[in-house]
């Protein structure tokens, strides 16, 4: 093992419900209304596809024009930033930073491939970007989660084949898309779907995730 990449919402921190009211207040303005089951449906997908969801589950999704969407995007987007200044240090999820140290102790690198263009921001605020080797820019990878496309990038970017990394994800998308790039997949979250999207080992929660207990996870694959 040389690399963890990790997925920033839902395994380092929770910014789901701030994604969720921003989306919301957005629906709302367009007259449509949905409840958190269906936001679950928008966990660890782009800005985009998050929001031609909405609109088809509206019924109105040929109703808007390219430019249309932009601006009800960036609208989602404005109101989430404003949201994430109340994150800090604090809403690092539970073992997280312990990991993090570790790994730095024992010299395996450290990705990010998050498909949050807000993430550069949201490490910032929590005060761990000095953590991280490789950070990857969601905007320059064509295919979203599940293409295996950002985990791939990140192991490039890290220097190590996807065979020597372990991928942390806590969507389905996410898990498929780091069983597709052939890396080693943890999951954080339910078991029954996690192991359902192809996870090596789940955790169903983030204070499970202990540097010792993943190498020799690892080791006997
Ligand atoms: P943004 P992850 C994902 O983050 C979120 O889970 C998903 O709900 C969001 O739509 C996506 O980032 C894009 O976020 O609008 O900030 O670019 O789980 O991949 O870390
Ligand atoms: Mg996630």
Redesign the pocket.
Known sequence: MKAVIF?????ITDTAEFHFQAWRNMANSIHIDFDREFNEEL??ISRMDSLNKILDYGGVIDNYSDEQKEELADSKNNEYVSLLSELKPEHIYPGIKKLLDALKENDIKIGLA?ASKNGPTILDRLGITNYFDVIVNPALIENGKPAPDIFLKAALDLGVTPEECIGI???EA?IKAIKDANMFAVGVGTVDVMKKAGADIVLENTKELVFSSLLDAFKQT
Do not use: N
């Open positions: 997925d920033l919402d839902g395994v966990k660890g998050s994800e806590d969507a996410g």
